[in-house]
């Protein structure tokens, strides 16, 4: 089953501006990641955030989680050309053996 | 030095051809996965190995058979190619252990690009 579930699906905005892509999820978790994924090329993963954080940065990356409502979110701040990727959040599957990931959204940060 | 290393990046093959993808990493993870993503980017987990063992199948045709010479590496052999095949499949790996649940962060390879014609 779908696991994690991204929203919006796509997302177009200027280079400077600062881009929230959000993430749900169903069943409970020890951590919640991100990955992004430039065109044609392999995941790469951004950041982890535990189930007893509720806020993360990484450089211009700010993640936060509610477990009340199964939800993260994900913001860049000042972003930039080079940003544009899809992005996908990640959380364990039903068995906790491996992560599930949602359909992702595609970021468009023109400049 | 390349983390996570699969060959060929790309693949075309024929209908009911046999085809072998490979994957290597020098992290020295214990587990090993295979995903397959779609074209609407959807990626679902196919295998997972531990140190050489088979920790997760999940429902994907037994035309597929993963093997692990070693816990570096996790081939990805199939029989038989079909249309539906077509797809990019993403070799990885991470610091994971069975029994401890999913708690590190997994490190991909570029994937292959499957196209059956």
């Known amino acids: 089953s779908q696991q994690g579930e991204e929203d919006p699906q796509a997302l177009s905005i200027q280079e400077g501006e600062n881009a929230t892509m959000n993430c749900s999820y169903k069943?409970?978790?020890?951590?919640l990641q991100w990955y992004r994924q430039n065109s044609g090329r392999g995941l790469v993963h951004l950041i982890l955030?535990?189930?007893?954080?509720r806020e993360k940065h990484s450089g211009r990356l700010r993640v936060t989680l509610d477990t009340s409502k199964k939800s993260s979110s994900l913001l860049i701040t000042a972003s930039r050309a080079a940003d544009t990727a899809s992005y996908f959040c990640?959380?364990?599957?039903?068995?906790?053996?491996?992560?599930?990931f949602g359909p992702g959204t595609r970021l468009s940060v023109l400049p | 030095d390349t983390a996570v290393s699969q060959t060929p990046k790309y693949l075309v093959t024929q209908m009911g051809n046999d085809k072998s993808i490979k994957c290597e990493q020098n992290?020295?993870?214990?587990?090993m996965y295979w995903y397959k993503q779609d074209s609407k980017k959807f990626l679902k987990i196919m295998f997972s190995?531990?140190?050489?063992?088979?920790?997760i199948n999940e429902t994907v045709p037994n035309r597929f058979s993963p093997k692990s010479p070693d816990k570096a590496h996790l081939n990805l052999h199939i029989n038989s190619l079909e249309l539906g095949d077509s797809a990019v499949y993403f070799c990885?790996?991470?610091?994971?252990?069975?029994?401890?649940?999913?708690?590190?962060?997994?490190?991909f390879g570029s994937g292959t690009r499957l196209t059956v014609v």
């Open positions: 990885a790996s991470s610091q994971d252990r069975p029994g401890t649940g999913v708690l590190y962060g997994y490190t």
């Open positions: 069943t409970s978790i020890n951590n």
């Open positions: 955030i535990r189930s007893n954080e």
């Open positions: 990640a959380s364990p599957g039903d068995y906790g053996q491996n992560f599930v």
């Open positions: 992290l020295g993870h214990d587990t």
């Open positions: 190995y531990n140190n050489k063992e088979l920790i």
